[in-house]
């Protein structure tokens, strides 16, 4: 699915996760549970349908753009920072971090888990631009041994660590789990922690690993997409058990954070990088010329999987007097 594949929700751009799309608070609400945000949203703000309140959150405190300054919480010259659906003005000096903790804390306190189980999603924005807290490579920071920074198909720019925790239901603690989990793989096993037995959305990416969390070991998965992109930046990356192919540039797009411009690299490339990630985490020996069948057959599955693959939506931008007059951020422009 590439619904909201290239970049993310622009300041004045009209786009957003579509309300037909059935998302994970939405489903385990039929369960029960009473759903909390706090942080960053990020999947639209053009319209009070796609805000979180409207899409399966009982309550959300935070910002609805893709970053904003912690002290001022302003974002591209608009004031955005929300209690549930109106603006909110936390006190002079507060850190928007430590409003996001506070409110998680706040909610956990006042929660009843006898009555009601309870589902609180804390997207912190550190380390975000602006950067008063965390790291960027244009900052002099390092994602080292890996290769490559955000918005690049190289694993230091897709590769992320995770931390599950409960003294109740894990096998085991103090492990370290080497299986293959993508990030949309937390919808099934959310939903299987919390035994949701409803009917699910058809033609899911996602697969549960709640099994192999709890025995901290294996997979449900050998092999996912790290993107397909055709229209723009065209260039694809797929990975399959320890081998992974990269066709294109890498880099994906261009983001100066001064002009907060993004760009695609390179369309015209077309290399044909593979890498063995076990032997080769760093990325360094590109093995294509080498194994030419391996490099068909991975071809050949990028090919099978865009077979099943939406268009991206990416509509224009609007004029910034029309989205956002008075500094504020408006939520009635699409």
Wanted: glycine residues 8%.
């Amino acid at each position: 699915m590439c619904i909201l594949q290239w970049l993310v929700v622009e300041n004045h751009q009209p786009k957003f996760l579509p309300t037909n799309i059935t998302i994970l608070p939405e489903l385990l609400k039929k369960s029960g549970y009473t759903t909390h945000i706090a942080g960053k949203w990020h999947l639209g703000h053009c319209n009070e349908d796609v805000i979180p309140t409207k899409r399966g959150f009982d309550s959300f405190l935070g910002i609805l753009k893709g970053g904003g300054d912690y002290y001022s919480r302003s974002f591209g010259g608009n004031y955005d920072f929300w209690r549930n659906e109106d603006i909110y003005f936390p006190p002079d000096g507060s850190y928007s971090t430590d409003l996001f903790t506070d409110r998680a804390v706040e909610i956990i306190e006042n929660n009843d888990g006898k009555t009601s189980p309870l589902f609180l999603q804390i997207s912190y924005t550190t380390p975000h631009f602006p950067l008063q807290n965390g790291g960027d490579l244009d900052f002099g920071s390092s994602n080292l041994p890996l290769r490559g920074d955000k918005g690049d198909l190289w694993e230091g720019g897709t590769k992320s660590v995770g931390l599950v925790y409960s003294p109740k239901y894990l096998g085991q603690s103090g492990c370290i789990h080497h299986g293959m989990i993508h990030a949309v793989d937390w919808f099934s096993t959310i939903l299987d922690i919390a035994r949701y037995q409803q009917e699910k959305p058809d033609h899911l990416d996602s697969v549960s690993q709640w099994k192999h969390l709890k025995e901290c070991s294996g997979s449900a998965r050998s092999e996912f997409v790290y993107n397909i992109d055709d229209d723009i930046a065209k260039s694809a990356a797929l990975r399959v058990d320890n081998y992974k192919i990269i066709v294109g540039d890498p880099r994906v797009y261009n983001f100066n954070a001064s002009t907060f411009v993004s760009s695609p690299i390179d369309p015209n490339n077309t290399e044909v990088r593979l890498f063995d990630l076990q032997d080769d985490p760093s990325e360094t020996k590109n093995l294509a010329s080498e194994n030419p069948l391996k490099v068909k057959t991975m071809l050949r599955k990028l090919d099978e999987y865009r077979k099943n693959s939406l268009p991206a939506v990416n509509p224009d931008y609007l004029p910034k007097n029309i989205t956002h007059p008075n500094g504020i951020l408006r939520l009635d422009w699409c």
